[in-house]
């Protein structure tokens, strides 16, 4: 249920655009963000900073975009993103006893994995660089695509994250040093 409230403003996004146009779409995802924050706010008394953050950019990009008439603002809202997002995993390196991807992956795995610190820098700066592309890739699409095509690499954003993660904690798992007790069967 979480995941699919993660990606509702996404995809009421997208449907507004192919109804409406982008600045309808624009205006649309500003609500969307603003009512996921709201429920992330209801259920859990806080706003995970990925919320938070991103809600602030549709915000302000979005409102740049509807009051100047101008869609590149709404455009670089990602790239913007992915770029802070990069450089708060590069801080984890030097800001607090655990990376940023150890902090995150960490209670998902649970107990199931014991990880050394030396592979959690190693995913650490593997998502410092995947960010940075990705908001790069954005750029690319804004200057040299279609509109179309930059609304349809918002999901394939999603498709590469997921793909990311997987490849992560497939990669964990093969290099994993199993926790006392735990059979090799």
């Excluded at 997208?14 to 992330?40: C, E, F, P, S």
């Excluded at 607090?96 to 209670?107: A, I, V, W």
């Excluded at 649970?110 to 660089?129: E, F, I, Y």
């Amino acid at each position: 249920m979480q995941a699919l409230a993660e990606f509702a403003p996404l995809l009421a996004f997208a449907i507004a655009y192919y109804l409406r146009g982008l600045y309808t779409a624009t205006a649309v995802l500003m609500v969307a963000m603003l009512i996921l924050v709201a429920v992330d706010w209801l259920r859990l008394k806080r706003v995970p900073p990925m919320h938070g953050l991103s809600a602030v950019l549709v915000v302000v990009f979005g409102s740049a975009t509807l009051l100047l008439h101008n869609k590149q603002f709404i455009q670089w809202k990602p790239t913007v993103f992915f770029w802070l997002a990069s450089a708060a995993f590069l801080g984890s390196f030097w800001i607090g006893k655990r990376t940023l991807t150890e902090r995150l992956l960490g209670p998902t795995l649970g107990a199931h994995l014991q990880v050394t610190p030396a592979l959690w820098r190693t995913l650490n700066s593997w998502w410092v660089v995947f960010y940075a592309l990705l908001g790069a890739l954005n750029l690319v699409v804004v200057y040299y695509a279609s509109e179309r095509v930059w609304v349809a690499l918002k999901f394939v954003d999603i498709v590469l994250m997921l793909v990311f993660v997987v490849a992560q904690v497939l990669w964990l798992t093969a290099r994993q040093t199993r926790t006392p007790g735990e059979s090799s069967a």
